[in-house]
Protein backbone atom coordinates (compact mmCIF):
# COMPACT_ATOMS: atom_id res chain seq x y z
CA UNK A 1 0.00 0.00 0.00
CA UNK A 2 1.41 3.35 -0.67
CA UNK A 3 1.65 6.12 1.52
CA UNK A 4 -1.96 8.45 0.99
CA UNK A 5 -1.99 12.09 0.94
CA UNK A 6 -4.68 13.58 3.25
CA UNK A 7 -7.57 13.68 0.60
CA UNK A 8 -6.34 10.20 -0.58
CA UNK A 9 -7.25 9.29 3.14
CA UNK A 10 -10.39 10.90 3.24
CA UNK A 11 -12.10 9.83 0.06
CA UNK A 12 -11.25 6.21 1.13
CA UNK A 13 -12.60 6.63 4.77
CA UNK A 14 -15.41 8.26 3.28
CA UNK A 15 -16.09 4.71 0.79
CA UNK A 16 -15.07 2.77 3.48
CA UNK A 17 -17.72 3.59 6.01
CA UNK A 18 -20.54 4.06 3.33
CA UNK A 19 -19.92 0.92 2.00
CA UNK A 20 -20.10 -0.54 5.98
CA UNK A 21 -23.18 1.50 5.97
CA UNK A 22 -25.37 -0.20 3.31
CA UNK A 23 -23.98 -3.74 4.48
CA UNK A 24 -25.46 -3.13 7.66
CA UNK A 25 -28.31 -2.01 6.28
CA UNK A 26 -29.24 -4.82 4.37
CA UNK A 27 -27.59 -7.53 7.10
CA UNK A 28 -30.50 -5.67 9.72
CA UNK A 29 -33.07 -5.85 6.82
CA UNK A 30 -32.49 -9.38 6.66
CA UNK A 31 -32.60 -10.79 10.05
CA UNK A 32 -35.92 -8.35 10.43
CA UNK A 33 -37.14 -10.93 7.56
CA UNK A 34 -36.30 -13.63 9.54
CA UNK A 35 -37.87 -12.39 12.59
CA UNK A 36 -34.47 -11.95 14.47
CA UNK A 37 -35.01 -8.92 16.28
CA UNK A 38 -32.07 -8.64 18.43
CA UNK A 39 -29.38 -9.08 15.81
CA UNK A 40 -31.24 -6.44 13.73
CA UNK A 41 -31.49 -3.79 16.29
CA UNK A 42 -27.25 -4.48 16.61
CA UNK A 43 -26.86 -4.30 12.41
CA UNK A 44 -29.36 -0.67 12.71
CA UNK A 45 -26.47 0.58 15.61
CA UNK A 46 -23.70 -0.26 13.29
CA UNK A 47 -25.24 1.12 10.45
CA UNK A 48 -26.37 4.53 12.68
CA UNK A 49 -22.20 4.31 14.19
CA UNK A 50 -20.86 4.32 10.20
CA UNK A 51 -22.96 7.00 8.80
CA UNK A 52 -22.15 9.25 11.64
CA UNK A 53 -18.61 8.13 10.77
CA UNK A 54 -19.23 8.85 7.06
CA UNK A 55 -20.85 12.34 7.88
CA UNK A 56 -17.45 13.51 10.20
CA UNK A 57 -15.24 12.33 7.31
CA UNK A 58 -17.26 14.03 4.80
CA UNK A 59 -17.63 17.45 6.88
CA UNK A 60 -13.92 17.37 7.27
CA UNK A 61 -13.18 16.21 3.79
CA UNK A 62 -15.23 19.72 3.13
CA UNK A 63 -11.95 22.01 2.79
CA UNK A 64 -9.86 19.29 0.59
CA UNK A 65 -10.17 17.88 -2.90
CA UNK A 66 -10.85 14.18 -3.13
CA UNK A 67 -9.83 12.10 -6.36
CA UNK A 68 -12.63 9.67 -7.23
CA UNK A 69 -12.41 6.41 -6.19
CA UNK A 70 -12.70 2.74 -7.19
CA UNK A 71 -15.21 1.36 -4.47
CA UNK A 72 -14.44 -1.82 -5.12
CA UNK A 73 -11.28 -1.64 -2.96
CA UNK A 74 -13.43 -1.04 -0.32
CA UNK A 75 -16.13 -3.73 -0.49
CA UNK A 76 -17.39 -6.11 2.30
CA UNK A 77 -15.96 -9.64 1.42
CA UNK A 78 -18.24 -12.68 2.18
CA UNK A 79 -15.86 -15.49 3.59
CA UNK A 80 -14.02 -16.93 0.68
CA UNK A 81 -15.47 -20.66 1.41
CA UNK A 82 -18.57 -19.07 0.68
CA UNK A 83 -20.42 -18.93 -2.83
CA UNK A 84 -22.75 -16.38 -3.60
CA UNK A 85 -26.05 -17.57 -3.54
CA UNK A 86 -25.03 -19.69 -0.52
CA UNK A 87 -23.74 -16.94 1.23
CA UNK A 88 -26.75 -15.11 1.72
CA UNK A 89 -28.34 -18.16 3.00
CA UNK A 90 -25.05 -18.55 5.03
CA UNK A 91 -25.67 -14.99 6.64
CA UNK A 92 -29.35 -16.11 8.03
CA UNK A 93 -28.00 -16.99 11.13
CA UNK A 94 -27.16 -14.47 13.32
CA UNK A 95 -24.20 -16.36 14.56
CA UNK A 96 -23.15 -16.19 11.23
CA UNK A 97 -23.82 -12.62 10.17
CA UNK A 98 -21.96 -11.31 13.51
CA UNK A 99 -19.11 -13.23 12.27
CA UNK A 100 -19.30 -11.67 8.79
CA UNK A 101 -19.59 -8.39 10.16
CA UNK A 102 -16.89 -8.95 12.42
CA UNK A 103 -14.68 -10.02 9.93
CA UNK A 104 -15.22 -7.21 7.90
CA UNK A 105 -14.51 -5.02 11.25
CA UNK A 106 -11.20 -6.26 11.52
CA UNK A 107 -10.72 -5.62 7.87
CA UNK A 108 -11.43 -1.67 8.65
CA UNK A 109 -9.44 -1.44 11.60
CA UNK A 110 -6.13 -3.34 9.56
CA UNK A 111 -6.64 -0.87 6.71
CA UNK A 112 -6.72 2.26 8.92
CA UNK A 113 -3.85 1.10 10.72
CA UNK A 114 -1.97 0.45 7.73
CA UNK A 115 -2.68 3.79 6.36
CA UNK A 116 -1.19 5.42 9.30
CA UNK A 117 1.79 3.12 9.51
CA UNK A 118 2.37 3.87 5.76
CA UNK A 119 1.79 7.61 5.43
CA UNK A 120 4.29 10.26 5.40
CA UNK A 121 1.68 12.46 6.27
CA UNK A 122 0.92 13.84 10.23
CA UNK A 123 -2.42 14.72 9.62
CA UNK A 124 -2.86 10.62 7.93
CA UNK A 125 -1.37 9.32 10.51
CA UNK A 126 -3.22 10.52 13.34
CA UNK A 127 -6.57 10.12 11.46
CA UNK A 128 -5.79 6.27 10.60
CA UNK A 129 -5.08 5.80 14.34
CA UNK A 130 -8.03 7.45 15.26
CA UNK A 131 -10.07 5.54 12.84
CA UNK A 132 -8.58 2.67 13.73
CA UNK A 133 -9.10 2.67 17.36
CA UNK A 134 -12.92 3.52 16.46
CA UNK A 135 -13.12 0.04 14.25
CA UNK A 136 -11.83 -1.63 17.12
CA UNK A 137 -14.57 -1.16 19.37
CA UNK A 138 -16.89 -2.43 17.06
CA UNK A 139 -14.73 -5.24 16.54
CA UNK A 140 -14.92 -5.71 20.25
CA UNK A 141 -18.53 -4.74 20.51
CA UNK A 142 -19.32 -7.55 17.82
CA UNK A 143 -17.17 -10.29 19.48
CA UNK A 144 -19.46 -9.92 22.85
CA UNK A 145 -22.43 -10.18 20.62
CA UNK A 146 -20.84 -13.28 18.94
CA UNK A 147 -19.97 -14.63 22.68
CA UNK A 148 -23.86 -14.97 23.71
CA UNK A 149 -25.41 -15.80 20.09
CA UNK A 150 -25.86 -19.44 19.72
CA UNK A 151 -23.33 -21.39 17.32
CA UNK A 152 -25.96 -22.77 15.20
CA UNK A 153 -25.85 -26.79 15.05
CA UNK A 154 -26.49 -29.44 12.64
CA UNK A 155 -30.25 -27.49 12.23
CA UNK A 156 -28.82 -24.60 11.29
CA UNK A 157 -28.87 -26.55 7.61
CA UNK A 158 -29.11 -29.62 5.46
CA UNK A 159 -25.92 -28.49 4.36
CA UNK A 160 -22.29 -28.33 5.84
CA UNK A 161 -21.52 -25.64 7.41
CA UNK A 162 -18.92 -23.40 5.30
CA UNK A 163 -17.42 -22.14 8.60
CA UNK A 164 -16.89 -25.29 9.87
CA UNK A 165 -13.83 -24.65 7.84
CA UNK A 166 -12.25 -21.70 9.30
ZN1 LIG B 1 -16.82 0.07 12.04
Redesign the pocket.
Known amino acids: MMSYSLPEFLAHAIAL ?1 RE ?1 EERYVELADMMEAHNNLDTARIFRD ?1 AR ?2 KL ?1 GDEVTERAKTVELRKLNSWEFRWRLPPEVGDDEGLHYLMTAYHALKYARD ?2 IR ?2 DYYRTVAEKSEDSEVRRLGNDFAD ?2 K ?3 EALERWIAVTPRPSGSWAEDPDPAQAL
Do not use: T, Y
Request: aromatic share 6%; charged share 25%.
Open positions: EAMFSHNEGMEEQHV
